[in-house]
């Protein structure tokens, strides 16, 4: 299938150049300027240097277009001689003791050249006989046949060497083959064909699927997402009941919309082709697929569609295996009641005593429980927020709700009950229901300032966080011939585009008018004609194209997978050797790929092992290279094999590799020559390195000295050494993120490792950096069962390849700054080798020019990149929001999430590029800045006081909690490598991870009831309130969960409950508690089935598991509970209230 | 002599002018993206200590020479080169950092100083033409 799979995007790129002059020949991806003329932008010239031979895709000499081929044939220039012969001390089979790879004779080895190059059959996708591409054309003039001998030839044509028969008046959608869609295609000839067409088209009724729906995954439905993504769509979601996980397949050419496929039955087809026209083109397609066979065929789904990919889009992409995210959808609960305490207490203490329920205390402060009215209105009830608001005096009322003035001196339940969700831009409903979710697109100030003058008064960041890649319930997939585009900025026509008639629309980032093109003019989902602004692109903000070969640089890459393990004496003693092996062995079948994948095995200690895994070995070879100083490749065969047919050796060497050094006396680790080797190794092809290092390397290229002081751990002065110390893991990234080898690195050491450094070679090539300290998985299970599971999560979930993410902005705007880990390619390109649904982005923006001329500012963010399955696809996300011209708008629509969020992205680069005081100033400073700027421009303002808009009530808390974060805190110990993994999370995760990192999640867990809980497919899960991370909220008689993202800490208190332990701890009482219990048991009483209950509502929404800790009230644990209490005083750090009076005195300076 | 001082140091400023036009170009084809960050940083940071080198030595010439008021013009574009450099974090490619140089305006700055040196250097052209032709009627 695969060979399919790749011939139909190809064949529609050949149609697509026939027009490529027109629409811009975006040969480079979403890079492609307009101009055809600049060759350096639109040829793959544009691309990174020797990313491929770009030259020979396109050719036609077909098995040799692939650079591949031709690299792994060749034998390794001066290598392989030189090691048969002279190198034979170097280059040994490994025979020492325990070894189960026999040494065959050398010879074997080192049959390069000529092997049978058994793993490049998936080349043969790309080595096409030419009359693949054949495309017939139908003219619908004449309704006949028109044989293009141009097509005959796969290559980038012009316009205007392309067809003749194109009179190129505007962007010609050409369709091959398509009998059916043929008659309203190609309307370049002068007749109008829209009036023809009802007549002409015979619209072949029932032929094929609108939309398929990948089930498959047993996520709960989650029917509070229905609100977001595809209105119109998502109707017919739930007419089927099928909320979840579903993709929802648009064919460009399909006619019937009721025909839903259920993804998990194979395809069937409604009718068979008897109902295509008879004025259709005849079946000339030379698509060797069987549904393309012209008359009739059974098994179809597009039949006499023109669809160049095949759109039964077999199961979810990709991410088939992962838990799709859900984030927690709260239900509009009503109000919880308002909970005080008596204010000026100071110095919060920790209270021994039995502290009075919360709510029951009455509320001293000006908390105003209605205030919050608007906020705890949750994101999916949009539509029920608007209508109750009722339109834009609601929305003023809103926003004079924001703007309320609140005295943070004297209002201590800030703190709201429940998450509040995201400010709602003030946009009218029509746009504010196609919005983007602010799960994946936000905006730091939902009110974009109209000029940068504006922006400097509020004194707030303006910037943008993007989770472009998370894992989507629900994504209009559409399969077009041309994706339409602007044709001056290349933006992807989007919902807030405006449609001056019915064939010309306005792109809404640089205002250019733009023609429709006749294709877009149908529209699949209501099957209409002439309603382009019905089309699922223009009623979603968040699409996703299926790409055809202009948009690829060279023939989508397959899934390659490349591991390279640390396998010295600390590696083997850590124990991670088994945990990973057995990982990778349960979810080998869930690697995402098809029938190309390919994985291959790379060990070091002070030497590097390449395992060869040639299909019909009896066993696994290991092949041992010693010259770590001029690293390089023992064979080019079977070093990475397909996974497919080289399973069970796969299987093999994963069970023999935890034994195969157990009695290593290895110490040294030669990490850089192992990443060169892994580079060598993946550069024809490209694809994911995961590297496992449990120590500072020591030998050969990349060697790290150790650089951090312990006695320097909790220094108040400055940090040193938290940039790389050496460029050789950056120059290394930058190679792989060329060549398009994305390396994510696993960090398993108790000692000082240098993560600062190493993690330079994920952080520019687009990888995940993990880190798990003092692992062991004997000593530390806790942090042994976080990696299984973070493993699980890693290897199963979505990926991309070659991907490239370019955010465009209204013109206006520009961006200066980008957080996250990716090459920055051009100005607004981010190269990213991988992608991967738990990474986030953050950009930094700036107003170049005034915005007056425009009400609303938009921006793009379109995401291009390989599937797992080998398609070329694009999601494109869109987000519009209103641009205002006033100060107090302007405050009143800022995130304060999303400020925080970046406001430490900031801070992260500025302790790098400066120092970590410098910094932690520059965060005060923003609150600092922003009140002041609010206190002079506001009017009605008492004297006295820290005095915010409602809006950034939290902004003085977060920042104080980013303060307190182990990446920015000084004064408490805290070791090089920890500090530098959390600043390497805080730039790469999304916002909702950050969020939790600073400032975490607090709930009493003990006394949960059932008030105001959720009530979610017949499971209840109560909803506790969010307590203010002091300790005066704890009680001895209570168990509290906090929840900081990566790690969750149940705290049980001295006396607490009893019942409370035994029915959800399982132990009879407190003093028998273990110290280290490390999860809640599963028990069958009412208690613990509401806890486990909400633990995992709380854990739906990520990805990672957290490690769970139970922590005693009296062991030593405690205190890594009580660091995140962050509005408390510690030793050197100020308590909330000490914070707002040094603010306070900042101001008045 | 002091003819010699001053043709000397004219050929000098003409290294730096076309070193100059060299960077504007360069910097400016990455703005427009003709090149990539990756190819222009190296080619920049290649010509860094020439630059610097060659800035250093029309200051020195003039130290030698005695002429205090160039001598001062030239300082502290001098100590800038050299403060540049030495600024260069252990983890950088060089002054011009490809994974840098797109973030937090670098490529703007860079240009503007490019630019503010080209000014530069073509006033100490013309003074040291002026001083040569002085100098060569004077002998």
Redesign the interface.
């Known amino acids: 299938m695969s060979t399919q799979g790749y011939a139909n995007p190809n064949s529609a790129g050949n149609n697509y150049s026939m027009n490529s002059s027109q629409n811009g020949g975006g040969a480079a991806a979403t890079?492609a300027?307009a101009a055809p003329a600049?060759p350096?932008?639109n040829g793959p010239g544009?691309?990174?240097?020797a990313m491929y031979p770009a030259s020979s895709y396109y050719s036609s000499a077909l098995p040799a277009a692939y650079p591949t081929v031709a690299g792994h044939n060749a034998p390794p220039a001066g290598k392989t001689p030189v090691s048969s012969t002279g190198y034979s001390g170097n280059y040994y089979q490994n025979s020492s003791g325990p070894s189960p790879c026999p040494a065959p004779p050398r010879t074997h080895q080192y049959s390069t050249s000529n092997a049978p190059v058994q793993s490049f059959q998936q080349t043969a996708p790309y080595a096409m006989p030419a009359g693949y591409y054949r495309q017939t054309y139908s003219h619908p003039s004449q309704g006949q046949p028109q044989p293009q001998p141009q097509q005959l030839q796969p290559s980038l044509v012009p316009a205007s060497s392309g067809n003749n028969l194109n009179a190129p008046l505007y962007p010609i959608v050409s369709y091959p083959s398509a009998p059916g869609s043929s008659q309203y295609g190609t309307l370049r000839s002068s007749q109008t064909a829209a009036e023809q067409l009802p007549v002409s088209t015979g619209m072949p009724l029932t032929q094929s699927s609108l939309q398929q729906y990948s089930q498959g995954i047993g996520t709960t439905p989650t029917p509070a997402h229905l609100g977001y993504g595809a209105p119109p769509l998502s109707q017919t979601a739930t007419v089927n009941g099928q909320s979840n996980a579903v993709q929802q397949h648009y064919n460009q050419n399909l006619h019937n919309p009721m025909s839903h496929h259920y993804a998990a039955a194979p395809p069937i087809s409604q009718s068979p082709d008897k109902e295509r026209p008879p004025s259709g083109t005849p079946g000339t397609s030379v698509h060797s697929s069987p549904r393309h066979h012209p008359g009739g065929d059974s098994s179809s789904t597009t039949t006499g569609s023109a669809s160049p990919v095949p759109n039964s889009y077999e199961s979810v992409e990709g991410g088939g295996y992962s838990d799709l995210a859900a984030p927690p959808t709260s239900v509009p609960a009503k109000q919880a009641p308002p909970f005080g305490y008596n204010y000026p207490t100071m110095h919060p203490a920790y209270q021994q005593n039995p502290a009075p329920r919360p709510d029951s205390s009455p509320s001293h402060g000006g908390y105003n429980p209605p205030g919050y009215q608007p906020y705890s209105q949750p994101f999916p009830s949009l539509s029920e927020l608007s209508s109750a608001l009722g339109g834009l005096g609601g929305v003023s009322e809103l926003e004079a709700e924001t703007l309320r003035p609140v005295n943070l001196l004297q209002e201590r339940n800030i703190l709201p009950p429940k998450h509040a969700p995201p400010p709602e831009p003030n946009l009218s409903n029509d746009l504010r229901k196609v919005n983007c979710s602010p799960d994946t697109f936000r905006c730091t100030l939902t009110n974009i300032p109209q000029t940068q003058a504006l922006l400097n008064k509020a004194r707030l960041p303006l910037g943008l966080l993007l989770h472009p890649f998370r894992d989507l319930t629900q994504l209009p997939v559409i399969t077009s011939n041309t994706i339409v585009r602007c044709r001056s900025c290349r933006t992807y026509i989007n919902p807030f585009v405006s449609f001056l008639d019915q064939r010309r629309w306005k792109c809404n980032l640089c205002y250019r008018v733009n023609d429709v093109p006749d294709e877009f003019m149908y529209n699949p989902v209501t099957r209409s004609y002439g309603e382009p602004h019905k089309r699922p692109e223009v009623q979603n903000s968040t699409v996703e194209f299926i790409a055809s070969s202009d948009y690829m640089l060279r023939p989508p890459q397959p899934a390659v997978y490349l591991f390279v393990l640390d396998v010295s004496h600390n590696a083997v003693e850590s124990g991670y050797l088994n945990v990973f092996c057995q990982s990778l062995l349960d979810n080998l079948e869930k690697l995402p790929g098809d029938t190309r994948t390919r994985i291959g095995f790379v060990t070091f200690d002070s030497t590097v092992h390449f395992y060869n895994l040639q299909e019909g070995l009896s066993q696994p070879q290991m092949l041992l290279v010693s010259d770590i100083d001029d690293v390089f490749i023992p064979t080019h065969d079977n070093l990475l094999v397909n996974l497919k047919e080289s399973k069970e050796l796969v299987k093999d060497l994963l069970n023999a590799l935890p034994g195969m050094f157990t009695h290593t006396r290895e110490t040294q680790s030669a990490l850089g020559p192992a990443l060169q080797a892994a580079y060598k190794l993946m550069c024809p092809t490209g694809g994911r390195v995961s590297v496992f290092q449990t120590q500072l390397p020591t030998l050969g290229a990349g060697l790290l000295q150790s650089r951090e002081d312990p006695n320097l751990r909790s220094s108040t002065k400055n940090v040193q050494h938290l940039?790389?110390?050496?460029?050789f893991y950056?120059?290394l990234a930058?190679d792989c993120s060329?060549q398009q080898i994305g390396v994510d690195l696993f960090l398993l050491s108790s000692q000082y490792s240098d993560l600062a450094?190493l993690a330079?070679v994920s952080k520019?090539s687009a990888g995940s950096v993990f880190y798990y300290p003092s692992f062991h998985h004997v000593h530390n299970t806790a942090q042994s069962q976080k990696f299984q599971k973070d493993l699980q999560r890693y290897l199963t979930r979505k990926i991309g390849f070659e991907a490239v993410m370019r955010i465009r902005c209204t013109k206006g705007l520009s961006i200066?700054?980008?957080h996250g880990n990716f090459?920055?390619?051009?100005?607004d390109?981010l190269s990213l080798a991988n992608v991967n649904p738990d990474s986030g982005f953050a950009v930094q923006m700036s107003i170049e020019e005034s915005l007056a001329d425009t009400s609303l500012a938009c921006f793009q963010a379109a995401l291009l990149y390989t599937s797992s399955k080998g398609k070329r696809r694009i999601r494109v996300h869109t987000l519009c929001l209103p641009v205002v011209s006033q100060l107090s708008e302007v405050f009143a629509g800022a995130d304060i999430q999303a400020i925080t969020c970046l406001l430490a992205n900031m801070a992260i680069?500025r302790s790098i590029?400066s120092s970590l005081s410098d910094a932690r100033d520059a965060l005060v400073n923003a609150v600092v800045d922003c009140l002041t700027a609010y206190r002079a421009n506001g009017s009605n303002i008492q004297p006295s006081g820290l005095i915010t808009p409602a809006a950034l009530r939290l902004f003085p808390l977060y920042v104080l909690a980013l303060l307190k974060q182990k990446a920015l805190r000084t004064g408490t110990s805290t070791r090089l490598d920890e500090r530098v993994f959390s600043m390497c999370e805080l730039k790469s995760q999304p916002l909702l991870q950050i969020m939790r990192m600073a400032h975490p999640d607090l709930y009493r867990i003990d006394n949960m009831t059932e008030q105001a809980a959720l009530h979610l497919n017949d499971s209840v899960i109560p909803q506790p309130p969010l307590l203010q991370l002091t300790a005066e909220k704890l009680t001895r008689e209570g168990a509290f969960l906090m929840d900081c993202g990566s790690v969750m800490f149940l705290w049980v208190g001295k006396c607490c409950n009893e019942t409370f332990i035994r029915d959800v701890l399982g132990y009879p009482n407190y003093a028998s508690l273990p110290s280290n219990m490390t999860e809640i048991p599963e028990l069958q009483t009412m208690y613990s089935e509401r806890t486990r209950a909400f633990i995992s509502w709380l854990l739906e929404s990520r990805t990672f598991h957290p490690a769970f800790h139970v922590i005693k009230d009296d062991t030593s644990a405690k205190t890594s509970f009580f660091q995140h209490l962050v509005e408390d005083r510690t030793e050197s750090a100020f308590s909330y209230y000490e914070f707002l009076l040094h603010i306070q005195q900042q101001m008045s300076k | 002599m002091e003819a010699a001082v001053f043709i000397s140091s004219l050929v000098d400023c003409c290294a730096l002018i076309f070193l100059s036009v060299y960077f504007i170009i360069t910097l400016s084809d990455l703005e427009c993206d003709y090149i990539n960050a990756r190819s222009c940083c190296s080619k920049l940071n290649k010509w860094v200590l020439p630059e610097m080198v060659a800035q250093a030595l029309a200051t020195v010439l003039m130290l030698v020479s005695t002429h205090w008021f160039v001598f001062l013009l030239n300082l502290p574009v001098a100590s800038w080169d050299v403060y540049r450099y030495v600024k260069v974090p252990l983890g950088n490619m060089g002054v011009y950092d490809p994974t840098e140089i797109h973030n937090r305006g670098q490529l703007k700055s860079h240009m503007k100083e490019a630019m503010i040196k080209l000014g530069f250097h073509l006033l100490c052209f013309f003074i040291y033409l002026y001083s040569m032709i002085l100098a060569l009627i004077n002998d």
Do not use: E, I, M, N
């Open positions: 890079a300027p600049a350096c932008q544009q691309t990174y240097p940039g790389p110390a050496t460029d950056k120059k930058l060329g450094s330079c520019y200066h700054t980008f090459f920055v390619r051009s100005t390109l680069d590029s």
